[in-house]
């Protein structure tokens, strides 16, 4: 079998024949496998659902319960069949119930693993490499500039710049699902105790993490207005720390705040370019995904005889490959973006 017999690019998305069903589709379908939650990669309106028990309910809390007719947990490393192809969810270290999905079939194994990062993070499990014929790579920080700092150094000048600056806010630019509760729980492990403050886009999503045993410390309301417990109105957010979705930092919300400290965690934050076009004062490199280095090294240890590369910069990691005399192609798949990241 070859592997496009197993697993194709279409417009729909990742489609595999044998098994009559989608990877991460793009537009409703009559059967989804899921990677993970996020916008670009998780859509509701498919008959079928397959994923994580974490990525479906992070699916209800965003789209619904009624987003898609019939769901199926996936067990993580348990092999569930689909017409005769066999199929395993094993985490992939991007978000809460992220997973890379491995299809098997007459001896070829592919796996697509979506969007995945291998930095520690408290908030889901870590990445597991799986031994495979074809690797399914995502490429969003592939190029050789994109090198993460350590998170804990970012988290310290964040830290750093709450002592310098005690009379001023600083608003936390953050995506909903994933880095903003990663973000609010490294916080908290380097010894940050003080209540933080959160939009209102965030509520659901953080409290589904802290049902998830995942301890965020005592989050507030991000409103001017809130009342404390005798009546007296609390408007002061000097020194407080305020984590919202980048969208909420472009709108008046965010010109409530004293004098604030516009700071921005993302990946992205590596180009300083996009730092001053948003006009992010503390810029933060904290991704979720991998970097060059770290992209390179799961191919490495995972050592597949091909490599597909998509939603990225696919052209650099390819070149990579080939100079390493592996075979590999970009995927052009369409619909997955950048992400706020």
Known sequence: MRPDDLLRPTEAGLYC??????????????????????ADHARPGSEKVLATRQTLAIMALRYGEDFCVERQEAPLGE????????????????????????????????????????????????????????????????????????????????????????ERAHLVG???????????????????????????????????????????????????????????????????????????????????FPDPVSCFASGWMRVRQRARQRGVELPLIISDHCDWDELTQTIDEIAPQEVWVTHGREEALVRWCELRQLRARPLHLVGYEDEAE
Do not use: M
Not at 17 to 34: E, M, S, T
Not at 124 to 152: K, Q, Y
């Open 174 to 256: 953050a995506y909903a699902l994933g880095k903003a509760q990663r973000v609010i729980r490294h916080l908290r492990d380097a010894g940050y105790d003080k209540p933080i403050y959160i939009h209102g886009a965030l509520k659901k999503l953080c409290d589904f993490y802290q049902s998830e045993g995942i301890d965020l410390g005592e989050l507030r309301p991000a409103t001017i207005e809130a009342k404390s417990g005798d009546g007296t109105i609390k408007a002061d957010f000097a020194g407080a720390v305020v984590v919202g979705p980048p969208s909420a930092f472009a709108d008046r919300w965010a010109r409530r």
């Open 79 to 166: 092999t569930i069949t689909i017409n005769g192809v066999d199929v395993s969810f094993h985490p992939a270290g991007h978000v809460l119930g992220s997973a890379q999905i491995a299809v098997s079939h007459n001896g070829l194994t592919i796996v697509a693993s979506g969007d995945y990062k291998r930095r520690a993070d408290p908030t889901c499990l870590p990445f597991e490499p799986v031994r495979c014929d074809v690797f399914i790579t995502e490429a969003t920080f592939a190029l050789p500039v994109f090198r993460h700092p350590e998170t804990a150094d970012e988290v310290a000048k964040l830290l750093a710049s709450l002592r310098q600056f005690p």
């Open 17 to 38: 024949p044998p098994g009559d069903f989608y990877i991460d589709p793009v537009r409703p379908v009559p059967r989804a496998l899921v990677t993970h939650g996020h």
